[in-house]
Protein backbone atom coordinates (compact mmCIF):
# COMPACT_ATOMS: atom_id res chain seq x y z
CA UNK A 1 0.00 0.00 0.00
CA UNK A 2 1.43 3.42 -0.74
CA UNK A 3 2.09 6.32 1.76
CA UNK A 4 -1.03 8.79 2.06
CA UNK A 5 -1.01 11.73 -0.53
CA UNK A 6 -3.13 14.80 -0.19
CA UNK A 7 -3.68 16.26 -3.48
CA UNK A 8 -4.80 20.17 -4.58
CA UNK A 9 -8.36 19.31 -4.29
CA UNK A 10 -7.65 18.44 -0.42
CA UNK A 11 -8.35 14.74 -0.32
CA UNK A 12 -6.24 12.46 0.68
CA UNK A 13 -5.26 8.96 -1.47
CA UNK A 14 -3.94 5.80 -0.82
CA UNK A 15 -2.99 3.44 -3.75
CA UNK A 16 -2.89 -0.39 -3.76
CA UNK A 17 0.02 -1.95 -5.99
CA UNK A 18 -2.60 -4.19 -8.17
CA UNK A 19 0.46 -6.27 -10.04
CA UNK A 20 1.41 -5.36 -13.76
CA UNK A 21 -0.51 -4.83 -16.65
CA UNK A 22 -0.09 -7.02 -20.29
CA UNK A 23 2.55 -4.39 -21.29
CA UNK A 24 4.83 -4.59 -18.05
CA UNK A 25 3.85 -1.29 -16.28
CA UNK A 26 2.82 -1.11 -12.53
CA UNK A 27 -0.80 -0.90 -12.29
CA UNK A 28 -2.39 0.28 -8.79
CA UNK A 29 -5.44 1.36 -7.86
CA UNK A 30 -6.38 4.98 -5.82
CA UNK A 31 -8.64 5.26 -3.04
CA UNK A 32 -9.49 8.95 -1.60
CA UNK A 33 -11.12 10.37 1.26
CA UNK A 34 -11.38 13.64 2.96
CA UNK A 35 -9.15 12.37 5.96
CA UNK A 36 -6.65 10.45 5.90
CA UNK A 37 -8.56 7.52 8.28
CA UNK A 38 -11.14 7.49 5.87
CA UNK A 39 -9.26 7.22 2.60
CA UNK A 40 -6.89 4.23 4.58
CA UNK A 41 -10.39 2.63 5.54
CA UNK A 42 -11.68 2.46 1.84
CA UNK A 43 -8.15 1.05 0.68
CA UNK A 44 -8.33 -1.67 3.79
CA UNK A 45 -11.60 -2.91 2.66
CA UNK A 46 -11.03 -3.26 -1.00
CA UNK A 47 -7.55 -5.21 -0.03
CA UNK A 48 -10.15 -7.30 2.38
CA UNK A 49 -12.59 -7.96 -0.84
CA UNK A 50 -9.85 -9.34 -2.71
CA UNK A 51 -9.07 -11.69 -0.04
CA UNK A 52 -12.81 -12.49 -0.22
CA UNK A 53 -12.52 -13.39 -3.96
CA UNK A 54 -12.73 -10.02 -5.57
CA UNK A 55 -10.92 -10.00 -9.04
CA UNK A 56 -8.44 -6.64 -8.74
CA UNK A 57 -8.47 -7.26 -12.79
CA UNK A 58 -11.91 -6.61 -12.87
CA UNK A 59 -11.72 -3.53 -10.74
CA UNK A 60 -12.67 -1.30 -13.52
CA UNK A 61 -15.64 -3.40 -14.86
CA UNK A 62 -18.61 -0.97 -15.64
CA UNK A 63 -22.47 -1.07 -14.97
CA UNK A 64 -22.62 -2.18 -18.71
CA UNK A 65 -19.99 -4.66 -18.15
CA UNK A 66 -22.08 -6.01 -14.76
CA UNK A 67 -25.62 -6.02 -17.93
CA UNK A 68 -23.76 -7.98 -20.05
CA UNK A 69 -22.15 -10.66 -17.60
CA UNK A 70 -26.51 -10.98 -16.26
CA UNK A 71 -27.60 -11.55 -19.91
CA UNK A 72 -24.90 -13.87 -21.13
CA UNK A 73 -25.98 -15.24 -17.42
CA UNK A 74 -29.52 -15.67 -18.38
CA UNK A 75 -29.00 -16.79 -21.74
CA UNK A 76 -27.20 -19.79 -20.44
CA UNK A 77 -30.42 -20.88 -18.91
CA UNK A 78 -32.22 -20.53 -21.75
CA UNK A 79 -34.51 -17.64 -20.91
CA UNK A 80 -36.46 -16.22 -24.20
CA UNK A 81 -35.07 -13.68 -26.70
CA UNK A 82 -38.10 -10.95 -25.32
CA UNK A 83 -36.80 -11.44 -22.06
CA UNK A 84 -33.15 -10.65 -23.22
CA UNK A 85 -34.20 -7.52 -25.22
CA UNK A 86 -35.67 -6.40 -21.85
CA UNK A 87 -32.59 -6.43 -20.22
CA UNK A 88 -30.91 -4.74 -23.31
CA UNK A 89 -33.50 -1.96 -23.15
CA UNK A 90 -33.50 -1.75 -18.90
CA UNK A 91 -28.97 -1.24 -19.30
CA UNK A 92 -29.71 1.35 -22.30
CA UNK A 93 -31.91 3.49 -19.87
CA UNK A 94 -28.89 4.31 -17.32
CA UNK A 95 -27.75 6.27 -19.65
CA UNK A 96 -24.03 7.69 -18.61
CA UNK A 97 -23.90 5.39 -15.42
CA UNK A 98 -23.48 2.31 -18.32
CA UNK A 99 -19.78 3.53 -19.16
CA UNK A 100 -18.90 4.26 -15.04
CA UNK A 101 -17.26 1.73 -12.56
CA UNK A 102 -19.47 -0.52 -11.23
CA UNK A 103 -17.47 -0.25 -7.72
CA UNK A 104 -18.17 3.58 -8.18
CA UNK A 105 -21.82 4.07 -8.39
CA UNK A 106 -23.80 4.85 -5.39
CA UNK A 107 -27.36 4.32 -4.64
CA UNK A 108 -28.21 8.21 -5.19
CA UNK A 109 -26.51 7.58 -8.53
CA UNK A 110 -29.71 4.92 -9.30
CA UNK A 111 -31.92 7.21 -7.76
CA UNK A 112 -31.38 9.76 -9.55
CA UNK A 113 -31.98 8.43 -12.61
CA UNK A 114 -34.99 6.56 -11.61
CA UNK A 115 -36.68 9.79 -10.33
CA UNK A 116 -35.92 11.65 -13.87
CA UNK A 117 -37.59 8.53 -15.53
CA UNK A 118 -40.59 8.57 -13.66
CA UNK A 119 -41.00 12.46 -15.11
CA UNK A 120 -41.26 13.70 -19.00
CA UNK A 121 -37.51 14.16 -19.87
CA UNK A 122 -35.72 15.18 -23.01
CA UNK A 123 -39.24 15.13 -24.37
CA UNK A 124 -39.88 11.63 -23.40
CA UNK A 125 -43.14 10.46 -21.27
CA UNK A 126 -42.29 8.97 -18.03
CA UNK A 127 -42.04 5.17 -17.33
CA UNK A 128 -44.72 3.48 -15.03
CA UNK A 129 -44.09 2.07 -12.03
CA UNK A 130 -43.86 -1.12 -13.46
CA UNK A 131 -41.08 -0.72 -15.89
CA UNK A 132 -39.24 1.16 -13.23
CA UNK A 133 -39.33 -1.24 -10.89
CA UNK A 134 -38.45 -3.69 -13.20
CA UNK A 135 -35.29 -1.60 -14.25
CA UNK A 136 -34.50 -1.61 -10.55
CA UNK A 137 -34.95 -5.38 -10.09
CA UNK A 138 -32.63 -5.97 -13.47
CA UNK A 139 -29.41 -3.82 -11.89
CA UNK A 140 -29.87 -5.28 -8.91
CA UNK A 141 -29.52 -8.41 -10.57
CA UNK A 142 -26.63 -7.67 -12.04
CA UNK A 143 -24.72 -6.74 -9.05
CA UNK A 144 -25.53 -9.44 -7.31
CA UNK A 145 -24.32 -11.26 -10.01
CA UNK A 146 -20.68 -9.74 -9.64
CA UNK A 147 -20.35 -10.32 -5.76
CA UNK A 148 -17.64 -10.73 -4.77
CA UNK A 149 -15.49 -11.25 -7.96
CA UNK A 150 -16.51 -7.39 -9.09
CA UNK A 151 -17.92 -5.54 -6.35
CA UNK A 152 -18.59 -6.44 -2.49
CA UNK A 153 -21.67 -3.84 -2.16
CA UNK A 154 -25.38 -4.10 -4.11
CA UNK A 155 -26.14 0.22 -3.95
CA UNK A 156 -29.16 -1.17 -5.46
CA UNK A 157 -30.65 -2.46 -1.86
CA UNK A 158 -31.12 1.28 -1.37
CA UNK A 159 -33.26 2.54 -3.79
CA UNK A 160 -36.56 2.39 -4.38
CA UNK A 161 -39.31 2.64 -7.77
CA UNK A 162 -40.96 5.54 -8.14
CA UNK A 163 -44.84 5.96 -8.73
CA UNK A 164 -44.11 6.80 -12.36
CA UNK A 165 -46.84 6.84 -15.05
CA UNK A 166 -50.01 5.30 -14.54
CA UNK A 167 -50.22 1.65 -16.00
CA UNK A 168 -51.98 0.93 -18.87
CA UNK A 169 -55.20 1.15 -18.01
CA UNK A 170 -57.34 -2.29 -18.06
CA UNK A 171 -60.87 -0.82 -17.17
CA UNK A 172 -63.64 -2.42 -19.46
CA UNK A 173 -65.05 -0.46 -22.39
CA UNK A 174 -68.50 1.14 -21.75
CA UNK A 175 -71.37 -0.44 -23.87
CA UNK A 176 -71.49 3.20 -26.07
CA UNK A 177 -67.64 2.03 -27.09
CA UNK A 178 -68.54 -1.09 -28.32
CA UNK A 179 -71.16 0.12 -30.03
CA UNK A 180 -68.47 2.30 -31.77
CA UNK A 181 -67.00 -0.65 -32.96
CA UNK A 182 -69.72 -2.76 -33.75
CA UNK A 183 -71.11 -0.01 -36.31
CA UNK A 184 -68.02 2.33 -37.34
CA UNK A 185 -66.26 0.60 -40.75
CA UNK A 186 -62.31 0.95 -40.74
CA UNK A 187 -59.51 -0.87 -41.46
CA UNK A 188 -59.02 -1.42 -37.82
CA UNK A 189 -62.88 -2.97 -37.47
CA UNK A 190 -61.42 -6.60 -37.96
CA UNK A 191 -59.24 -6.20 -35.08
CA UNK A 192 -61.13 -4.54 -32.51
CA UNK A 193 -64.54 -6.60 -33.54
CA UNK A 194 -61.83 -9.86 -33.38
CA UNK A 195 -60.48 -8.79 -29.69
CA UNK A 196 -63.47 -7.28 -28.06
CA UNK A 197 -65.15 -11.10 -28.74
CA UNK A 198 -62.55 -13.28 -28.29
CA UNK A 199 -60.65 -12.23 -25.89
CA UNK A 200 -57.53 -13.22 -27.64
CA UNK A 201 -54.11 -11.29 -26.72
CA UNK A 202 -52.96 -9.12 -29.84
CA UNK A 203 -49.83 -11.30 -30.07
CA UNK A 204 -52.01 -14.18 -30.84
CA UNK A 205 -54.56 -12.32 -32.83
CA UNK A 206 -51.74 -11.39 -34.99
CA UNK A 207 -50.56 -14.91 -36.01
CA UNK A 208 -54.29 -16.03 -36.55
CA UNK A 209 -55.14 -17.53 -39.63
CA UNK A 210 -58.39 -18.14 -40.99
CA UNK A 211 -58.04 -21.92 -41.04
CA UNK A 212 -57.64 -21.75 -37.32
CA UNK A 213 -61.19 -20.43 -37.16
CA UNK A 214 -64.59 -22.78 -37.76
CA UNK A 215 -67.20 -20.59 -37.69
CA UNK A 216 -69.68 -23.41 -38.57
CA UNK A 217 -68.98 -24.32 -34.58
CA UNK A 218 -68.04 -20.97 -33.62
CA UNK A 219 -64.74 -21.84 -32.29
CA UNK A 220 -61.20 -20.47 -32.58
CA UNK A 221 -57.91 -22.38 -32.11
CA UNK A 222 -55.34 -20.70 -30.57
CA UNK A 223 -52.05 -22.27 -30.61
CA UNK A 224 -49.56 -19.89 -31.39
CA UNK A 225 -48.27 -16.18 -31.06
CA UNK A 226 -46.48 -13.40 -32.79
CA UNK A 227 -43.01 -12.44 -31.37
CA UNK A 228 -42.90 -8.61 -32.52
CA UNK A 229 -39.50 -8.18 -31.16
CA UNK A 230 -37.92 -10.94 -33.57
CA UNK A 231 -40.80 -10.70 -36.60
CA UNK A 232 -41.37 -14.20 -36.34
CA UNK A 233 -44.37 -16.42 -34.62
CA UNK A 234 -43.94 -18.19 -31.52
CA UNK A 235 -45.98 -21.13 -29.37
CA UNK A 236 -47.09 -19.73 -26.13
CA UNK A 237 -45.11 -19.79 -23.29
CA UNK A 238 -47.32 -21.75 -21.38
CA UNK A 239 -49.52 -24.82 -21.80
CA UNK A 240 -52.99 -22.44 -21.16
CA UNK A 241 -52.08 -20.53 -24.45
CA UNK A 242 -53.05 -23.32 -26.27
CA UNK A 243 -56.83 -23.83 -26.25
CA UNK A 244 -59.64 -23.51 -28.18
CA UNK A 245 -62.41 -20.35 -27.44
CA UNK A 246 -66.15 -20.30 -28.11
CA UNK A 247 -67.25 -17.07 -29.59
CA UNK A 248 -70.27 -15.06 -29.97
CA UNK A 249 -73.06 -15.02 -32.73
CA UNK A 250 -71.92 -11.71 -33.14
CA UNK A 251 -68.68 -12.24 -34.19
CA UNK A 252 -69.24 -15.17 -36.23
CA UNK A 253 -71.35 -13.27 -38.55
CA UNK A 254 -69.27 -10.42 -38.79
CA UNK A 255 -66.27 -12.81 -39.75
CA UNK A 256 -68.40 -14.27 -42.20
CA UNK A 257 -68.17 -11.13 -44.38
CA UNK A 258 -64.40 -10.74 -43.81
CA UNK A 259 -63.09 -13.74 -45.31
CA UNK A 260 -60.65 -12.17 -48.37
CA UNK A 261 -58.58 -14.56 -48.93
CA UNK A 262 -55.60 -14.40 -47.07
CA UNK A 263 -53.80 -16.04 -45.12
CA UNK A 264 -54.08 -13.91 -41.88
CA UNK A 265 -57.02 -12.57 -40.17
CA UNK A 266 -55.42 -9.36 -39.73
CA UNK A 267 -52.59 -8.21 -42.10
CA UNK A 268 -51.12 -5.34 -43.80
CA UNK A 269 -52.01 -3.67 -47.46
CA UNK A 270 -49.61 -6.41 -48.79
CA UNK A 271 -51.06 -9.42 -46.74
CA UNK A 272 -48.53 -9.62 -44.26
CA UNK A 273 -48.28 -9.91 -40.48
CA UNK A 274 -48.60 -6.54 -38.92
CA UNK A 275 -45.70 -5.38 -37.20
CA UNK A 276 -45.88 -3.02 -33.78
CA UNK A 277 -45.39 -0.20 -36.16
CA UNK A 278 -48.37 -1.06 -38.28
CA UNK A 279 -50.19 -1.64 -35.03
CA UNK A 280 -49.47 1.56 -33.72
CA UNK A 281 -50.46 3.11 -37.29
CA UNK A 282 -53.65 1.43 -37.63
CA UNK A 283 -54.82 2.20 -34.06
CA UNK A 284 -54.23 5.56 -33.74
CA UNK A 285 -56.28 5.98 -37.47
CA UNK A 286 -58.97 4.31 -35.49
CA UNK A 287 -59.37 6.19 -32.59
CA UNK A 288 -58.77 9.89 -34.90
CA UNK A 289 -61.56 8.25 -36.99
CA UNK A 290 -63.99 7.51 -33.85
CA UNK A 291 -63.36 11.32 -32.36
CA UNK A 292 -64.66 12.65 -35.81
CA UNK A 293 -67.47 10.24 -35.75
CA UNK A 294 -68.38 10.56 -31.89
CA UNK A 295 -66.57 13.31 -30.47
CA UNK A 296 -67.38 16.09 -33.04
CA UNK A 297 -70.73 14.66 -34.47
CA UNK A 298 -68.51 14.21 -38.05
CA UNK A 299 -68.26 17.79 -38.77
CA UNK A 300 -64.36 18.16 -38.30
CA UNK A 301 -62.03 17.22 -40.36
CA UNK A 302 -59.18 14.73 -38.41
CA UNK A 303 -56.65 16.14 -40.73
CA UNK A 304 -56.96 19.84 -40.08
CA UNK A 305 -53.51 21.58 -39.07
CA UNK A 306 -52.70 20.91 -35.80
CA UNK A 307 -54.31 17.97 -34.92
CA UNK A 308 -57.98 17.52 -33.56
CA UNK A 309 -58.28 17.33 -29.79
CA UNK A 310 -59.46 14.12 -28.77
CA UNK A 311 -63.17 14.43 -27.21
CA UNK A 312 -63.71 11.05 -27.06
CA UNK A 313 -62.35 8.38 -24.40
CA UNK A 314 -59.75 6.09 -26.39
CA UNK A 315 -59.59 2.49 -25.78
CA UNK A 316 -56.68 0.21 -26.26
CA UNK A 317 -56.11 -3.07 -27.59
CA UNK A 318 -56.04 -4.50 -24.41
CA UNK A 319 -58.86 -3.11 -22.75
CA UNK A 320 -61.09 -5.25 -25.30
CA UNK A 321 -59.42 -8.70 -24.17
CA UNK A 322 -60.56 -7.19 -20.89
CA UNK A 323 -63.84 -6.28 -21.58
CA UNK A 324 -64.17 -9.97 -23.00
CA UNK A 325 -63.80 -11.37 -19.60
CA UNK A 326 -66.27 -8.58 -18.34
CA UNK A 327 -69.00 -9.44 -21.02
CA UNK A 328 -68.43 -13.57 -19.51
CA UNK A 329 -68.75 -12.59 -16.16
CA UNK A 330 -72.06 -10.37 -16.64
CA UNK A 331 -73.47 -13.52 -18.83
CA UNK A 332 -72.94 -15.82 -15.90
CA UNK A 333 -69.62 -17.76 -17.31
CA UNK A 334 -68.06 -19.65 -14.55
CA UNK A 335 -64.84 -18.80 -13.91
CA UNK A 336 -63.19 -22.10 -14.71
CA UNK A 337 -64.91 -21.86 -17.74
CA UNK A 338 -63.49 -17.96 -18.57
CA UNK A 339 -60.35 -18.91 -17.61
CA UNK A 340 -59.94 -21.74 -20.37
CA UNK A 341 -61.54 -18.94 -22.65
CA UNK A 342 -58.85 -16.41 -21.70
CA UNK A 343 -56.08 -18.72 -21.59
CA UNK A 344 -55.02 -17.31 -17.91
CA UNK A 345 -51.67 -19.73 -16.29
CA UNK A 346 -52.83 -18.88 -13.24
CA UNK A 347 -56.52 -18.62 -11.98
CA UNK A 348 -56.27 -16.30 -9.30
CA UNK A 349 -55.75 -13.85 -12.43
CA UNK A 350 -59.41 -14.17 -13.89
CA UNK A 351 -60.55 -14.35 -10.16
CA UNK A 352 -59.17 -11.08 -9.56
CA UNK A 353 -60.91 -9.55 -12.54
CA UNK A 354 -64.42 -11.56 -11.44
CA UNK A 355 -63.63 -10.61 -7.26
CA UNK A 356 -63.45 -6.71 -8.55
CA UNK A 357 -66.64 -7.05 -10.50
CA UNK A 358 -68.26 -9.08 -8.31
CA UNK A 359 -67.63 -6.10 -5.50
CA UNK A 360 -68.56 -3.42 -8.18
CA UNK A 361 -71.61 -5.41 -8.79
CA UNK A 362 -73.42 -5.82 -5.43
CA UNK A 363 -72.64 -2.42 -4.66
CA UNK A 364 -74.80 -0.95 -7.00
CA UNK A 365 -77.28 -3.93 -5.82
CA UNK A 366 -76.97 -2.51 -2.42
CA UNK A 367 -77.54 0.90 -3.67
CA UNK A 368 -80.44 -0.40 -5.47
CA UNK A 369 -81.61 -1.57 -2.03
CA UNK A 370 -81.24 2.14 -0.37
CA UNK A 371 -83.37 3.36 -3.43
CA UNK A 372 -86.29 0.61 -2.52
CA UNK A 373 -86.24 1.44 1.04
CA UNK A 374 -86.03 4.85 1.17
CA UNK A 375 -89.54 4.94 -1.97
CA UNK A 376 -91.13 2.45 0.33
CA UNK A 377 -90.80 4.43 3.78
CA UNK A 378 -92.17 7.41 1.92
CA UNK A 379 -95.04 5.50 0.81
CA UNK A 380 -95.55 4.67 3.98
CA UNK A 381 -95.66 7.70 6.24
Known sequence: MAKNKKGSDGRYRYRI???KADDGSKKFKSFYGSTEREARAAAEAYRTAIGKGMDPQQAEATLGTLYDNLIASKKAKGISQKSIDRLATNKAHWGELVDVPASELRAS??????????????GKPPLSH???????????????????????????????????????????????????????PHTAQRAAMLLLYSGLRRSEATALTWADIDLDDATITVSKGYDFRAKKVKIPKTPAGVRVVSIPKV???????????????????????????????????YMRDLNVKYGYDGQQNKNRPGGLPMLIDTFTPHQLRHTFCTLMYFAGVDVMTARDQMGHKDISVTLGIYTALDKKFKKKKINRLDTYLKRSCANSG
Not at 251 to 266: A, I, K
Open 130 to 184: FTLTNLRGSAKAAYDLAIPEIVMYNPLIKTIAPAGAASESRNPITEAQQRWIRET
Open 109 to 122: DFQQVLNTLAGWHD
Open 251 to 285: LVDYLRTQQDGCLYVLHNPKGRQMTEQGWKRLWES
Open 17 to 19: YLG
